[in-house]
């Protein structure tokens, strides 16, 4: 079954600055990567998602890009700001299978002020 | 914006009960799922119904688990006999008809197993 590796497990930056997790996975009929946020207490939100049909998909602050060959994906936050502070987990999704979200384990994003 | 709910926010119960989840999906979405996370853990995915059936699961949902959508709104996750491994944070999530369409989470249910 698939298996999704989440680096780093944390990441400080000052705000302001940029942040980049990165996330592979195992199964190549995977096709649907959703990046969630996840306060503390609260639900998981989506935050971006991409399709195994494109490379890159932008939304305002955040990115991610996907290379499918090699199996990664990665979430760029830049400028970020003290309320992006959270923890982020990327999953994978193999449509054909069902529709299960394979989750990472998370990364704990701190920006200092 | 439509979300999806959950009941009880906090379940506390002992050791061998019968516990049950409840989850209010979206209302126009048909399928759902049950995730948990321990605490500090990741999300990890527990099952998926779809068409009032069973449409995948995974390793941890075992006979001591099952699912009913007993009528049109509610989605429900039932422990048969608790142990002290199953305290978590249990989340429901649904999506619209397309394959590919984002999973709503809902709040939880924190379930603390004495």
């Known amino acids: 079954g698939e298996n999704v590796e989440q680096h780093p497990s944390t990441l400080s930056v000052q705000e302001g600055d940029s942040a980049v997790i990165k996330c592979t996975y195992s199964d190549s009929a995977s096709n649907y990567f959703p990046w969630y946020k996840q306060e503390l207490g609260k639900r998981p939100q989506l935050i971006i998602d991409i399709r195994s049909n494109v490379g890159e998909k932008k939304d305002q602050r955040i990115a991610v890009t996907l290379n499918k060959t090699a199996k990664h994906f990665s979430l760029h936050i830049t400028e970020t700001q003290p309320e992006d502070s959270a923890v982020y987990f990327c999953?994978?999704?193999?449509?054909?299978?069902?529709?299960?979200?394979?989750f990472g384990k998370g990364t704990t994003l701190s920006v200092s002020s | 914006e439509p979300e999806v709910t959950q009941t009880p926010s906090h379940q506390v119960t002992q050791m061998g009960q019968e516990v049950i989840l409840r989850c209010v999906p979206i209302?126009?979405?048909?399928?759902f799922y049950w995730y948990r996370q321990i605490l500090g853990q990741k999300v990890e995915f527990l099952v998926s119904?779809?068409?009032?059936?069973?449409?995948?699961k995974s390793e941890i949902f075992d006979d001591q688990f099952s699912v009913e959508r007993p009528d049109g709104s509610n989605f429900t996750l039932k422990i048969r006999s608790t142990k002290l491994e199953d305290s978590a944070m249990y989340f429901c999530?649904?999506?619209?008809?397309?394959?590919?369409?984002?999973?709503?989470f809902g709040p939880g249910t924190r379930l603390t197993v004495l």
């Open positions: 119904f779809y068409n009032n059936e069973i449409s995948e």
């Open positions: 999530a649904s999506r619209g008809r397309r394959l590919l369409d984002t999973q709503y």
């Open positions: 999953a994978a999704s193999d449509s054909q299978a069902g529709t299960a979200l394979i």
């Open positions: 209302s126009n979405h048909l399928y």
